[in-house]
Nanobody, 121 residues
């Protein structure tokens, strides 16, 4: 089994920062892509940022220059540093990895349970 555990969400005021972390554990053989998605009430889930094993990054236009995704390979952790937060960033944030499971060698998407970020004055 593969588990993703997220942490770091919370309630902050506009302009403040938060750092989300997601740790992957279980029967993982290789991780190819790590990323963060978010879903606001009544909206579709959208990509926030992702990072490949080659170091390539992709950010949503709405977060460019404010959010930074990083990865700690030794800890199988992906982080999302969120600066200058805005009320429009309020959403549930989900970690996702594209990984090869060790027992089946199957390449699949794995999701975390989500962590809430609320930006409000």
């Amino acid at each position: 089994q593969v588990q993703l555990v997220e942490s770091g969400g919370g309630l902050v005021q506009p302009g403040e920062s938060l750092r989300l972390s997601c740790t992957v554990s279980g029967t993982i053989f290789s991780i190819y892509v790590m990323g963060w998605y978010r879903q606001a009430p009544g909206k579709q889930r959208e990509l926030v940022a992702q990072l490949t094993t080659t170091g390539s990054t992709n950010y949503a236009d709405s977060v460019k220059g404010r959010f930074t995704i990083s990865r700690d390979n030794a800890k199988n952790t992906v982080n999302l540093q969120m600066n200058n937060l805005k009320p429009t960033d309020t959403a549930a944030y989900y970690c996702k990895v594209v990984a090869e499971e060790r027992l089946s060698l199957r390449l699949s998407d794995y999701w975390g349970q989500g962590t809430q970020v609320t930006v409000s004055s």
